[in-house]
């Protein structure tokens, strides 16, 4: 399931208050890690070494509230990394982003999900955005229970990548080697196992796929 609507937003520490909000212009993919290599381009329009966080929300579908969560997953297209080794990027859920979001401003992360070790995009490694795109996934099963409970309407979730020292190192913004840069697609979805109560036993269901590309 998708629509033209979306929300993302990357954030960089190098360019604190610039905001890039549904900036598919600026960002045709979104930066998660440190970028050691260039950096944002600031007010001052000097270019600026920064860590950069990734923002998606995701619109979640009624059909699932008060439903058993079987399985969830958030999934999105790796296009680019600085060079070929791996990296560890961590995805976690936070509050709600919009047109005010930058690095000074961002939302409170209200739980770490997941922490995946994504491998290098094969034959494009430093050399381009335009690679073919590889899948990766995250575990968000507890959070869209918490979700289809709360019936909520929409999730935030934060992509940050922690090379090998999840939440401790640089005061948690990651471990600021250049070379675990990522970029990543702007039309991240989340996918969901379900059954409908209170049917027991139920045959499981799945939505096609709710995609940052629906928002309430």
């Known amino acids: 399931r998708s629509s033209d609507l979306q929300s993302y937003d990357p954030v960089q520490s190098g360019c604190p208050t610039a905001s890039h909000y549904d900036d598919g212009g600026d960002y045709p993919t979104l930066p998660v890690g440190y970028d050691g290599w260039e950096g944002c381009r600031a007010s001052d329009g000097l270019f600026h070494f920064s860590y950069d966080f990734s923002y998606y929300q995701v619109h979640v579908p009624s059909v699932i509230w008060g439903s058993n969560i079987n399985s969830a997953t958030f999934q999105d297209d790796l296009y680019?990394?600085?060079?070929?080794?791996?990296?560890?990027?961590?995805?976690?859920?936070?509050?709600?982003?919009?047109s005010g979001t930058d690095?000074?401003?961002?939302?409170?992360?209200?739980?770490?999900?997941?922490?995946?070790?994504?491998?290098?995009?094969?034959?494009?490694?430093?050399?381009?955005?335009n690679g073919a795109g590889r899948g990766e996934s995250w575990n968000i099963l507890s959070a869209v229970k918490t979700a289809a409970a709360s019936k909520w309407s929409q999730m935030?979730?934060?992509l940050r990548?922690?090379?090998?020292?999840?939440?401790?190192?640089d005061g948690g913004n990651g471990d600021g080697d250049k070379n675990d840069m990522r970029r990543f697609g702007r039309n991240a979805e989340i996918q969901v196992l379900y059954?409908?109560?209170?049917?027991?036993?139920g045959a499981l269901k799945e939505i096609g796929r709710a995609s940052c590309r629906e928002r309430v």
Do not use: H, M, Y
């Open 195 to 201: 059954n409908d109560t209170p049917e027991v036993p």
């Open 103 to 129: 690095w000074n401003n961002k939302p409170s992360v209200a739980s770490n999900l997941d922490s995946n070790d994504t491998e290098a995009v094969t034959g494009d490694c430093g050399t381009s955005q």
């Open 161 to 169: 990548e922690d090379g090998n020292c999840p939440g401790s190192c």
């Open 156 to 158: 935030t979730f934060r």
């Open 80 to 98: 680019f990394s600085s060079v070929c080794q791996s990296a560890w990027v961590s995805l976690g859920l936070t509050a709600a982003i919009g």
